[in-house]
């Protein structure tokens, strides 16, 4: 994120604004964008992956980012879970608190009391045994031919952080990144939204929504026309501005806003319902306050309570036994599930599967039948590139030209899809090979690197 920030114009406004009194009462807003995305990374890296505060500002945010960035201070707080972080000391005052079981929420409007009123106890998950074959436990089966690939850094990709093969069920490979591990959650970025999918489709199986559900506005209100079906396939018709150089929808929603799915919901219509494609971030958190508002039980029931916020942590994470998983909840008690959910290589690994298996862990239906497959069918008003629940039909674009794509000439199955996150995260599931790839990292989209290679590379191991 931080390398799409601009933060070279706020430097700039920084030098004209005049005054150090007045900088620090009304800092520009892509200054104030910058020091909450600081304190927010280094918050869930310190709290979720115990991390050193110092270690992520350097690594995760100033080195990948612009070099205004340097110029930005954190201070870690370890007994009132909170990270402050400021440009020169005293510019931008970026605020972020922890939760148990919601993780780390930036609170923009100061308000670090009722940011974290919205938390739950999470019942415990066991780790996977180190001696029981994955994914019951977390032992690879290593395959020495698909292993060798993983080992090539070429193939590996720069900063990557942590790989893992799954075929026919098995852990087959794996690769971690120096400083991570096995155990190192991670941050999954856009991969969340897949995840999002998933926990409204379990409200589907519980008979609470359907995808052709709409009136999540006003009655009168044109855009109480949009369907579940439409927020899921990125078609909604709604204004959103995904782009990151400036102080844009998505990075007002992220860093400025409280409430992101109220902001989202304020959004005009740009488009008729299901008749453009417009991928939003926005849209992903609007979805996850309408599950949180089925499961309540009641319109009138509040979508915040401990119950709510637990359900992931639950009824999905718990099942599947992905015990580093955290989805992370906004000021306001609504799942980011447009971008903030960590979990470890495995786990993530776990919930690719699990697509795989059509929503089925252990012979438990978990989402309803078809659903998953459902997921992966282009959307009408993508151009084929994207998928009917928040997946993505076509792998990153590397140098691909717009509008091509970059998957054709790799070579791969084609009934591949992908989730996809910022800077390099990525699961392809390949279900004609019973075949899940994990890849993630921090990998700015200005080095190219795409793991259709790696994949494709993986693909042939597996056959022979």
């Given amino acids: 994120m931080a390398s799409k920030i601009g933060l070279a114009a706020a430097a700039v406004l920084v030098i004209a604004a005049g005054?150090?009194?007045?900088?620090?009462?009304?800092?520009?807003?892509?200054?104030?964008?910058?020091?909450?995305?600081?304190?927010?990374?280094?918050?869930?890296?310190?709290?979720?992956?115990?991390?050193?505060?110092?270690?992520?500002?350097?690594?995760?945010?100033?080195?990948?980012?612009?070099?205004?960035?340097?110029?930005?201070?954190?201070?870690?707080?370890?007994?009132?879970?909170?990270?402050?972080?400021?440009?020169?000391?005293?510019?931008?005052?970026?605020?972020?608190?922890?939760?148990p079981g919601t993780g780390c929420a930036v609170a923009p409007d100061g308000d670090v009391a009722l940011a974290s009123q919205y938390q739950f106890r999470p019942i415990p998950i066991?780790?996977?045994?180190?001696?029981?074959?994955?994914?019951?436990?977390?032992?690879?089966?290593?395959?020495?031919?698909?292993?060798?690939?993983?080992?090539q850094d070429t193939l590996a990709g720069p900063g990557m952080r942590g790989i893992a093969v799954i075929h026919r069920?098995?852990?087959?490979?794996?690769?971690?990144?120096?400083?991570?591990?096995?155990?190192?959650?991670?941050?999954?970025?856009?991969?969340?939204?897949?995840?999002?999918?998933?926990?409204?489709?379990?409200?589907?199986?519980?008979?609470?929504?359907?995808?052709?559900?709409?009136?999540?506005?006003?009655?009168?209100?044109?855009?109480?026309?949009?369907?579940?079906?439409?927020?899921?396939?990125?078609s909604s018709g709604l204004h959103y501005n995904e782009g990151y150089g400036d102080v844009s929808d998505v990075t007002r929603m992220l860093y400025l806003e409280p409430d992101m799915a109220a902001f989202t919901a304020a959004q005009a219509l740009d488009a008729a319902p299901g008749s453009k494609w417009n991928y939003s971030s926005g849209t992903s958190v609007l979805l996850s306050r309408i599950w949180q508002r089925a499961a309540a039980g009641n319109p009138a029931a509040p979508a915040t309570t401990a119950e709510v916020l637990a359900?992931?942590?639950?009824?999905?994470?718990?099942?599947?036994?992905?015990?580093?998983?955290?989805?992370?909840?906004?000021?306001?008690?609504?799942?980011?599930?447009?971008?903030?959910?960590?979990?470890?290589?495995?786990?993530?690994?776990r919930f690719g599967q699990f697509l795989l298996q059509d929503g089925v862990w252990q012979g438990k239906r978990i989402l309803p039948a078809g659903f998953a497959d459902t997921m992966q069918q282009p959307a009408s008003a993508s151009g084929g590139q994207y998928g009917q629940g928040q997946v993505w039909r076509w792998g990153p674009s590397g140098d691909t030209p717009e509008g091509q794509n970059p998957d054709a000439r790799f070579q791969l199955p084609a009934d591949t899809y992908w989730m996809q996150g910022h800077d390099g995260q990525s699961i392809a599931v390949v279900p004609s090979q019973q075949l899940v790839v994990v890849r993630l990292g921090l990998t700015p989209h200005r080095l190219l690197y795409q793991p259709q290679p790696l994949l494709a590379a993986v693909v042939k191991a597996v056959q022979q």
């Fill in 19 to 99: 005054g150090a009194a007045t900088l620090a009462v009304k800092p520009p807003e892509l200054l104030k964008v910058g020091a909450n995305y600081g304190a927010k990374i280094v918050c869930s890296n310190v709290f979720i992956a115990g991390r050193d505060g110092q270690a992520v500002l350097a690594d995760d945010v100033q080195a990948p980012g612009h070099p205004v960035l340097k110029y930005l201070k954190v201070n870690v707080d370890q007994q009132r879970k909170t990270v402050r972080a400021q440009f020169f000391g005293f510019v931008g005052d970026g605020m972020a608190v922890y939760r």
């Fill in 126 to 151: 066991w780790a996977p045994s180190p001696n029981v074959p994955w994914p019951t436990g977390s032992l690879a089966e290593t395959r020495v031919a698909v292993q060798a690939l993983l080992d």
């Fill in 169 to 234: 069920g098995r852990l087959i490979a794996q690769r971690y990144g120096q400083g991570y591990s096995a155990a190192t959650p991670l941050l999954g970025w856009s991969m969340t939204k897949t995840v999002t999918a998933a926990l409204l489709g379990m409200q589907i199986a519980d008979g609470k929504l359907s995808l052709q559900q709409s009136g999540f506005w006003p009655q009168g209100d044109s855009r109480a026309q949009i369907t579940v079906a439409q927020l899921m396939s990125m």
């Fill in 311 to 349: 359900l992931p942590h639950n009824r999905l994470f718990a099942p599947l036994g992905m015990h580093s998983a955290v989805m992370e909840a906004d000021a306001r008690g609504n799942l980011v599930g447009s971008s903030y959910m960590y979990a470890n290589t495995q786990d993530w690994a």
